[in-house]
């Protein structure tokens, strides 16, 4: 490394958020400029640690103490050479995974970790704005198509990996833009769709296909969809919300977040001149205490809520990593999203019950907290006598998560296999029972990290590439079932 010392000359510092009343006041996103002495500084506590167990607990593979130390040294271009020979969009993880590599950081065993996150992120805007990103347009193209069901970010990384090694490729989304869940999920605060659009652009110059407004089982018959491709990889992720059926659910104003956040980044886009649910003025509770309701939370917001609990389940975390979760495990510790700390009050421990209405509309909830309790190996949440409490609200999210893939004209047409969980089962190639149907990303794991998503479907891709070539150049960072560091 650079500074062998440097870990222990400096602190964990990441840049500075805009004040929460401006950044109410927009869609931008939240962060300030930071400075490269401040992030070369950061690069220079990444501490020559020998085993680099963030490499591990990275899904990717990322090469990061390479490109630390290469930041170190102001060695800017071969730093994104290095970033982009494992991840295929840095401005994407950078903005929105939560860096289970910091968590595996050797560092943290008694310091804070390395930001590697922030110089993940600094590196690809870098190279952007230099112009060091180029289109990559294949020497040869092979005869083979290939079709890719599914926008988000596991089928746009098989797409570009299949592309580059020089299949033509098809990438089909039944929605009216590219990009799944980081298109119309992903708010505009957590990730400008200017980096998505940008990176768009390279891949239909590197020859990809994009065809939106088609959903594959009805717009396009399986069965031509199979005749017209040698291939066919589905990524269409774990979309089937979980809902809640108890008493009044349903009343009108209670909504799943994805019948919610779409519209905000639609008026961001220019689509909508409003948003069609708005929550000026409004008592919010969102049900779901992770990220999709810290999404909720900062939409709410923005659109000017009077009042928003965010409710889990969960007791509240620890600040401090427990016994029973030590390095380099993932640290289940409270953490405060940027959303959190623009306002809003979060209950723990807290269960509603019932859904309480007025003129077929929802005006409150009623719950109760509880604690959990073990018996046999199973938890359950019990209910804690004399806890009921009621709490008002015009508009109810419920933000709990997905179960799996929808099951639809596409899954029931291929006729592929699911799992006990209602994943699409995959062999170690990442085929389905299907001969030529691939799968990968959360439609075959389940609900995920953007990372995973991304090391599947570039996994997916040597695999297919495998099969039609015969042979692979391209990399597999994991298999199939491969499990997170837990």
């Known amino acids: ?51 680099p167990f963030c490499n591990d607990g990275c899904p990717l593979g990322n090469l990061i103490p390479d490109w630390n130390d290469l ?24 903005r929105l995974c939560p860096a289970p590599c910091e968590g595996s950081c050797v560092l ?36 083979r198509r290939v079709a890719v069901v599914g926008s988000g970010p596991a089928g746009l990384a098989a797409a570009q990996q299949l592309t580059r090694a020089g299949h033509s490729v098809v990438v089909f989304e039944r929605a009216d833009r590219i990009g799944g869940l980081m298109r119309y999920g992903i708010p505009e605060f957590k990730m ?33 969809l199979r005749a017209d491709f040698d291939a066919v990889v589905l990524a269409c992720g774990a979309t089937q919300w979980r809902d809640l059926p108890i008493p009044g659910r349903e009343l009108d104003g209670i909504l799943q977040a994805m019948e919610y956040l779409p519209d905000s980044n639609r008026v961001q886009e220019g689509d909508l001149d409003a948003a069609p649910v708005d929550a000026a003025g409004m008592d919010v509770v969102i049900i779901g205490g992770g990220d999709t309701g810290a999404d909720c939370l900062g939409t709410a917001l923005r659109q000017g809520a009077r009042v928003v609990h965010q409710f889990e389940i969960m007791p509240r975390p620890p600040d401090e990593r427990p016994d029973a979760n030590p390095w380099p495990t ?56 004399g806890t009921e409490q ?20 596409l899954v029931d047409g291929l006729n592929v296999d699911l799992d006990a969980r209602g994943n699409v089962t995959r062999d170690g190639e990442y085929q389905t029972s299907v001969d030529g149907v691939y799968v990968c990303g959360d439609m075959g794991r389940g609900q995920s990290l953007i990372v995973w998503a991304i090391a599947e479907g570039r996994s997916c891709a040597a695999a297919v590439d495998r099969k039609l070539s015969g042979s692979t150049h391209l990399p597999a960072p994991i298999a199939p079932t491969a499990v997170p560091l837990r």
């Open 71 to 94: 930041i170190y040294r102001g060695h800017w271009r071969d730093a994104i050479e290095r970033l982009h020979a494992t991840n295929n969009f840095p401005e994407f993880t950078g």
């Open 192 to 224: 400008e769709k200017r980096h998505l659009d940008r990176r768009l652009a390279q891949m239909e110059a590197e020859g990809t296909e994009f065809r939106t407004n088609t959903t594959v089982g009805v717009d396009l018959p399986v069965d031509q």
């Open 390 to 409: 009621e709490f008002a609200a015009d508009l109810v999210l419920l933000a709990m998560g997905f179960t799996g893939p929808e099951r639809n004209e």
């Open 108 to 143: 943290g065993i008694n310091e804070p970790p390395v930001t590697i996150k922030q110089i993940e992120v600094s590196i690809v805007d870098r190279a952007w704005e230099e112009g060091w990103i180029v289109p990559l347009v294949p020497a040869e193209n092979t005869g």
């Open 330 to 385: 993932w640290p289940m510790v409270y953490r405060v999203s940027s959303a959190h700390e623009e306002g809003g009050e979060r209950e723990y421990a807290i269960n509603t019950s019932e859904f309480v209405g007025r003129d077929g509309r929802v005006s409150a909830l009623r719950t109760h907290r509880v604690e959990q309790v073990f018996t046999e190996g199973r938890m359950s949440f019990e209910p804690i006598e």
């Open 1 to 51: 490394m650079g500074d062998a010392r440097g870990f222990l000359k400096h602190d964990r510092q990441l840049p500075d958020r805009r004040s929460v009343p401006v950044r109410l006041r927009d869609w931008k996103e939240v962060y300030e400029p930071f400075g490269e002495d401040s992030l070369r500084a950061q690069a220079s506590r990444c501490m020559d640690c020998g085993i």
